[in-house]
């Protein structure tokens, strides 16, 4: 059983920002009022927001079950950027298993939206979360995997796209999958981030498209396949290693 029993999305950092003003409450209440079939909400900006409350909802769900089952290893990510997931698997470790490892890697020196000095954004944010600090491995993966990795996987996230070209991104992928794939311990979770597939993630955005194309190919001859996850704006679908 998790720790935690006060333990809830409402609680984890990056939801605050998703709350619905009172002024929106209150124009929502009016709609259905006038039998409105739709809502006002706020509008998911894919150059800032780099994940959604959906997205958040599955980590907590796919997270607590892991470390319930007490899935053996550390936990990666790799593609951090200034660390709005990073704080997410950050804060279920630190209430559920403070004891594992926590290990970051990114080049943090491409701006992607108007965030500027990404790594100090990142460690401000863990700060600001009360989170200790992951083990960061700053620098191109190419360079830095497999040697930086760790022995045993528990859970590894990879969101590694920046919106430019497919090819170099899916290289990158291929670099990535082939080295974290054979760490993961039996029951370890690997969560890829933008992994789309047009109507069977519904409202969610092919912001990506190697991602999807690098993983068929990858897990084709693997016992593991993508299980699509819904994230409401945005896509990301998983495997659970046998
Ligand atoms: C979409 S962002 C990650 C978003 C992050 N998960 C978050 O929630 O804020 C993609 C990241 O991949 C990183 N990246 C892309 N190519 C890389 C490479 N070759 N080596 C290391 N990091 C890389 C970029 O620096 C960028 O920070």
């Known amino acids: 059983m ?36 739709v809502d006002i909400k706020k ?16 980590f907590e769900l796919l997270i607590t079950d892991l470390i319930d089952r007490d ?8 593609g951090c950027y200034s660390g709005s997931t990073s704080a997410v698997f950050g804060s279920l470790l630190h209430r559920l298993a403070p004891e594992r490892r926590f290990l970051v890697y990114d080049r943090f020196d491409m701006e992607l ?58 290289e990158l992928l291929v670099h990535s999958l082939k080295h974290v794939y054979p760490r993961l311990s039996s029951g370890a979770i690997l969560i890829l981030m933008d992994y789309h597939v047009p109507d069977v993630t519904i409202h969610g955005n092919d912001s ?8 068929d190919t990858f897990f084709e001859d693997k016992p593991e396949k993508m299980r699509v996850l819904y994230g409401g704006p945005c896509s990301h679908a998983y ?4």
């Not at 700060?127 to 995997?145: N, R, S, T, W």
């Not at 495997?239 to 046998?242: D, E, L, M, V």
């Open 208 to 215: 990506n498209p190697a991602v999807r194309l690098v993983a």
């Open 71 to 78: 899935v053996q290893g550390d936990f990666v990510e790799l």
């Open 43 to 58: 509008r998911f900006n894919h150059r800032e927001d780099m994940v959604s409350l959906e997205q958040i909802g599955n």
């Open 2 to 37: 998790s720790k935690d029993p006060e333990f809830g999305l409402n609680n984890l950092p990056g939801t605050a920002r998703w709350v619905m003003s009172p002024w929106v409450s209150y124009m929502n209440k009016l709609l259905a009022k006038l039998r409105s079939p």
């Open 113 to 170: 939206g108007s965030t500027r000095n990404i790594r100090s954004q990142f460690e401000q944010r863990m700060k600001d979360c009360g989170l200790p600090m992951p083990i960061v491995h700053e620098g191109d993966l190419f360079a830095l995997l497999p040697a930086q990795l760790p022995a045993s996987i528990a859970f590894a996230h990879i969101d590694l796209g920046t919106g430019g070209g497919v090819y170099q991104h899916a």
């Open 239 to 242: 495997i659970r290693k046998n």
